[in-house]
Nanobody, 123 residues
Framework: QVQLVESGGGLVQAGGSLTLSCAAS????????MGWYRQAPGKQRELVAA???????NYADSVKDRFTISRDNAKNTVYLQMNSLKPEDTAVYYC?????????????????WGQGTQVTVSS
C-alpha cells in the first residue's frame, strides 16, 4: 500500500503565502503524475495543479501566475507554493498521485489520495 501525507495548510490573510507538501511512502515502484486538488464547501473537487514525472506542469486558470507546483522525485514529494492568496482559495486541498505499486500489479497505475489539509484565507 501507498500513503500520501500532506502538510502545510493553515490560516492566512489575503495576499499572503503558504506552501503545501505531500510525501508519498510505502510500496512505491514509481510515481507518474502528482497533483493538487481542492474542494470548497458545497462545490465539487477541482484540479489546482499537476506535474508529470518529467516536470511538465499544468494549472487551473484561477491559480496561474500565483501558484507553483514542484516535486522532488528522490523524496517522492510534491509541493504547492501558493502566493497572493485570495479568500476564494479557501478549501480543503488534497494531494493525488498515480503510482505503480509493488503490492499490486505493476502494469497498472493506481490512483492514491491524501487525507486533505485545510487552507483558509481571510479577507
Amino acid at each position: 500500500q501507498v500513503q500520501l501525507v500532506e502538510s502545510g495548510g493553515g490560516l492566512v490573510q489575503a495576499g499572503g503565502s503558504l506552501t503545501l507538501s505531500c510525501a508519498a511512502s510505502g510500496s512505491i515502484f514509481s510515481i507518474n503524475a502528482m497533483g493538487w486538488y481542492r474542494q470548497a464547501p458545497g462545490k465539487q473537487r477541482e484540479l489546482v495543479a499537476a506535474i508529470t514525472s518529467g516536470g511538465s506542469t499544468n494549472y487551473a486558470d484561477s491559480v496561474k501566475d500565483r501558484f507553483t507546483i514542484s516535486r522532488d522525485n528522490a523524496k517522492n514529494t510534491v509541493y504547492l507554493q501558493m502566493n497572493s492568496l485570495k479568500p476564494e482559495d479557501t478549501a480543503v486541498y488534497y494531494c493525488n498521485a498515480g503510482v505503480r505499486d509493488y503490492s499490486g500489479n505493476l502494469q497498472y497505475v493506481y490512483n492514491y489520495w491524501g487525507q486533505g489539509t485545510q487552507v483558509t484565507v481571510s479577507s
